[in-house]
T-cell receptor, first 111, second 115 residues
Framework: GDSVTQMEGPVTLSEEAFLTINCTYTATGYPSLFWYVQYPGEGLQLLLKATKADDKGSNKGFEATYRKETTSFHLEKGSVQVSDSAVYFCALSLNNNDMRFGAGTRLTVKP | EPEVTQTPSHQVTQMGQEVILRCVPISNHLYFYWYRQILGQKVEFLVSFYNNEISEKSEIFDDQFSVERPDGSNFTLKIRSTKLEDSAMYFC?????????????FGDGTRLSIL
């Protein structure tokens, strides 16, 4: 079935380090892809999205490119901050209906 | 910015009791969803709802669960005869339409603890 696999955490980085969180997907059609972020004690917030191959989603310094050839949507940020500490979820949506989430990757950024 | 709101933020219930989780979706949205996140696990789709009926549901959403939009603003998830394994974070989400690739907007969740 349709699913998302993302890099297991936890990930611990120092401030200003480069971040990559890998995400790959399996889908029978052409999904839309998303990254959601969950800060401590809060709900899921959309971080960025891409709806077709080669689209790049970006927000708050984070980027992810929809790669159809590798079925991937890796999240990257050039210089992380302590405030980026959160759990990051990769997700896909087919036919714009229900979403399938990855297991989540906990990121901790230390000063 | 409009938000999806969920109440209560934390619900503690005895096993076997019924519980109703409440959500107020964004006011002009048409599609509504419930998801579940068991502690430390992934977010799982439960059900989607459109035009006053269920449009899709997962295998998790069995006869124990039901959803309702009783008054045009609230969207509720009812769990009958709760079990210990129903303990989880429950997220409500809503979307404006399906055509324009709008994302789902999530509430902050209700933490359900079954004792």
């Amino acid at each position: 079935g349709d699913s998302v696999t993302q890099m297991e955490g936890p990930v611990t980085l120092s401030e200003e380090a480069f971040l990559t969180i890998n995400c790959t997907y399996t889908a029978t059609g052409y999904p839309s892809l998303f990254w959601y972020v969950q800060y401590p004690g809060e709900g899921l917030q959309l971080l960025l999205k891409a709806t077709k191959a080669d689209d790049k989603g970006s927000n708050k310094g984070f980027e992810a490119t929809y790669r159809k050839e590798t079925t991937s949507f890796h999240l990257e940020k050039g210089s992380v901050q302590v405030s980026d500490s959160a759990v990051y979820f990769c997700a896909l949506s087919l036919n714009n209906n229900d979403m399938r989430f990855g297991a989540g990757t906990r990121l901790t950024v230390k000063p | 910015e409009p938000e999806v709101t969920q109440t209560p933020s934390h619900q503690v219930t005895q096993m076997g009791q019924e519980v109703i989780l409440r959500c107020v979706p964004i006011s002009n949205h048409l599609y509504f969803y419930w998801y579940r996140q068991i502690l430390g696990q992934k977010v799982e789709f439960l059900v989607s709802f459109y035009n006053n009926e269920i449009s899709e549901k997962s295998e998790i959403f069995d006869d124990q669960f039901s959803v309702e939009r009783p008054d045009g603003s609230n969207f509720t998830l009812k769990i009958r005869s709760t079990k210990l394994e129903d303990s989880a974070m429950y997220f409500c989400a809503s979307r404006g339409d399906l055509i324009s690739n709008q994302p789902q907007h999530f509430g902050d969740g209700t933490r359900l603890s079954i004792l």
